[in-house]
């Protein structure tokens, strides 16, 4: 699957803004330590770049 994203919630989500919480639940980070294999496609970029403050991409 070459065309997929690791991505893992390292950072706690309370105090974020309503948006970037509603993001965090759109890719499936819920707790601190998830990791979601998502899509590699503009949507998912746009997701990553909107809260990249409080996740790691495992592999890109």
């Known amino acids: 699957m070459a ?6 919630l390292v ?11 509603a ?12 990791v979601v294999t998502q899509p590699d496609n503009p949507q998912t970029q746009g997701k990553i770049k909107k809260i990249i403050h409080l996740i790691e991409v495992v592999n890109a």
């Not at 065309?3 to 893992?8: A, F, R």
């Not at 965090?24 to 998830?34: C, M, R, V």
């Open 23 to 34: 993001t965090a639940n759109s890719l499936g980070l819920k707790k601190i330590g998830d």
């Open 3 to 8: 065309n997929t994203v690791e991505i893992k």
């Open 11 to 21: 950072k706690s989500l309370i105090g974020s803004k309503k948006d970037q919480i």
